[in-house]
């Protein structure tokens, strides 16, 4: 089976064929580090980061580069209203991009280039494109002249006439015409800048990815991906660049995620409705936050509220539970070791379903309905009298499997080891010997841990609150 991708470029799923048999060169367009992350932020990360796992769960070898934009305009604009300069502001907001994104379980790439560490190459690049005939100096700022590029317009589909109805600015003294971009910003007074052949300035935003994917990945690369805002002019641009400098395709395949709406609204600066993960996760829990996301295929729009977050929550509680019912009684059916094939065959199929629907264009609605469907039959299998060994483990497996993929977690780890171990260990005994008002006191202390306990048959259980 292969995988196909949607790509926006052609408008159509296509099936991957990489440039390199077995290898992926995957760049995904990181944050502008000026502020904590809001939602819009997360969906990217958690959408490519899931495409990565998966690339691996089936076998390929990924190489995942993710850059920051550690100097811009919102960060100059930062620095002033907080008296704070600019590394600073963006030191202590990609550290915080790495505690929030590691929360909701997304991987670090492989490199995290920062523009900052990377001025060299930006410069040598825009040289190249004046050389080329592609950009000129004007005034200190040095910009792209668009219409020189043929294919201008290929990945947004639209064409130059249609661009140059909707520009918002009109031709100046320093531009040769109002569809060209900048690439190298001169630097006003008291701003951060770097010397270069054209005066001390800094880069422009698109820039900095054409140079940084090339660096790390190569003139050629096989996945460029980011959120649909992206598209224009961010990847259109970029296109412009690294093709006409390098007379070779930019990237073959170009991944967008949809919006995020906030209560049916499309979040956005103007009506206040932006939320930040930083603050979401001190109050949710953030692996809910993931399997939300994830619950609505990649490119289609999502809508947020909490109402629908504690839908996520429910759903991800039910299949956690089927996980641990089955742990449960794996440890009951130690040394049950008969096969039961028709159940093997059962779990083997959903495996196959599971795969057909990532392949898909990593399909993770359908993926999560499959592992639905894997959790209702491991709630069947327990219903039986006599239950195997193998085949509870078959189950656990593709539990494990597919939760890996989606990059969520079956079992908690932290706090509910020993010491909570002990106190479960002591109320059971407090029970035995009758001594109620030991056992309930140490109830009331579990459950004001958010520890909740479930007595049964088979025994004392607990789950995190």
């Given at each position: 089976m292969?995988?196909?991708?949607?790509n926006?470029?052609?408008?159509?799923?296509?099936?991957?064929?990489?440039?390199?048999?077995?290898?992926?060169?995957m760049y995904?367009?990181?944050p502008?580090?000026y502020?904590y992350?809001h939602i819009?932020?997360?969906r990217?990360a958690?959408?490519?980061?899931?495409?990565?796992?998966?690339?691996?769960?089936?076998?390929?070898?990924?190489?995942?580069?993710?850059?920051?934009t550690?100097?811009?305009?919102?960060l100059?604009?930062?620095?002033?209203?907080l008296?704070e300069d600019?590394?600073?502001i963006?030191?202590r907001?990609?550290?915080?991009?790495?505690?929030?994104?590691?929360?909701?379980?997304c991987?670090?790439?492989?490199?995290?280039?920062r523009?900052t560490?990377?001025?060299?190459?930006i410069?040598?690049?825009?040289?190249?494109l004046?050389?080329k005939?592609?950009?000129?100096?004007?005034k200190?700022?040095v910009?792209?002249r668009?219409r020189?590029?043929e294919?201008?317009?290929k990945?947004?589909?639209q064409?130059?006439?249609?661009?140059?109805?909707g520009?918002?600015i009109e031709a100046?003294?320093?531009?040769e015409?109002?569809?060209?971009?900048?690439?190298?910003k001169?630097?006003?007074e008291g701003?951060?800048?770097?010397?270069?052949?054209w005066?001390?300035?800094r880069?422009g935003?698109?820039?900095?990815?054409s140079a940084?994917?090339?660096?790390y990945?190569?003139?050629t690369?096989?996945?460029?991906a980011g959120?649909?805002?992206?598209?224009?002019?961010h990847?259109?641009?970029?296109?412009?660049?690294?093709?006409?400098?390098?007379n070779?395709?930019?990237?073959r395949?170009?991944m967008?995620?949809?919006y995020?709406?906030?209560?049916?609204?499309k979040?956005?600066?103007?009506?206040?409705?932006?939320?930040?993960?930083?603050?979401i996760?001190?109050?949710?829990d953030?692996q809910v936050?993931r399997f939300?996301?994830?619950?609505?295929h990649?490119?289609?729009?999502?809508?947020?509220?909490?109402?629908?977050l504690?839908n996520?929550?429910?759903g991800?509680?039910?299949?956690k539970?089927s996980?641990?019912?089955?742990?449960?009684?794996?440890d009951?059916?130690?040394?049950?070791?008969?096969?039961?094939q028709g159940w093997?065959?059962k779990i083997?199929s959903l495996?196959?379903q599971f795969i057909?629907?990532?392949?898909?264009?990593?399909?993770?609605a359908n993926?999560?309905?499959?592992?639905?469907?894997?959790?209702?039959?491991a709630?069947?299998?327990?219903?039986e009298?006599n239950?195997?060994?193998a085949?509870?483990?078959?189950?656990?497996?593709?539990f494990q499997?597919?939760?890996?993929?989606?990059g969520?977690?079956?079992?908690?780890?932290g706090l509910?080891d020993e010491?909570?171990?002990?106190?479960?260990?002591?109320?059971?005994?407090?029970?035995k010997?009758?001594?109620?008002?030991?056992?309930?006191?140490?109830?009331?202390k579990?459950?004001?841990?958010?520890?909740?306990?479930e007595?049964?048959?088979?025994?004392?259980?607990w789950?995190r609150g």
């Open positions: 292969a995988i196909k991708i949607y926006t470029l052609t408008r159509k799923k296509e099936e991957f064929k990489p440039l390199e048999e077995g290898k992926v060169k995904v367009c990181g502008t580090v502020n992350i819009g932020n997360a990217p958690i959408v490519f980061d899931t495409v990565r796992r998966y690339f691996e769960y089936r076998g390929w070898d990924v190489n995942f580069v993710s850059n920051f550690d100097v811009d305009d919102k100059i604009k930062a620095a002033n209203e008296g600019v590394p600073t963006a030191e907001f990609i550290a915080a991009y790495h505690e929030d994104t590691g929360a909701l379980g991987q670090k790439a492989d490199v995290h280039p523009v560490e990377n001025m060299d190459i410069i040598d690049f825009i040289q190249a004046i050389d005939g592609y950009a000129y100096e004007s200190g700022d910009y792209y668009t020189k590029f294919g201008y317009g990945l947004s589909h064409s130059i006439d249609e661009l140059k109805v520009a918002r100046g003294d320093k531009k015409d109002p569809l060209d971009f900048v690439l190298w001169a630097a006003k701003e951060i800048f770097w010397e270069s052949p005066g001390q300035g880069p935003w698109h820039i900095e990815c940084m994917a090339k660096k990945l190569g003139e690369i096989d996945i460029h959120g649909q805002d992206l598209a224009f002019p990847h259109e641009n970029e296109i412009a660049q690294s093709e006409a400098l390098n070779q395709t930019f990237a395949y170009w967008h995620n949809g995020i709406n906030i209560d049916n609204e979040m956005s600066k103007s009506l206040g409705n932006f939320v930040l993960v930083h603050d996760i001190k109050e949710q953030p936050l939300f996301m994830l619950s609505v990649y490119r289609h729009p999502i809508n947020y509220n909490l109402d629908l504690e996520a929550k429910t991800l509680d039910r299949l539970t996980y641990e019912n089955l742990k449960h009684r794996r009951a059916s130690a040394g049950l070791t008969d096969d039961n093997m065959d083997s495996k196959e057909t629907e990532m392949d898909d264009d990593f399909n993770t993926g999560i309905s499959v592992l639905f469907e894997l959790s209702r039959q709630n069947y299998y327990l219903m009298k239950t195997s060994a085949v509870i483990d078959e189950f656990m497996k593709h499997e597919f939760f890996e993929v989606l969520l977690k079956l079992e908690e780890t509910l010491e909570i171990e002990e106190m479960i260990t002591q109320r059971i005994q407090a029970r010997d009758r001594n109620f008002q030991l056992a309930d006191e140490l109830r009331d579990l459950k004001d841990m958010n520890i909740i306990l007595d049964t048959a088979q025994g004392t259980r789950k």
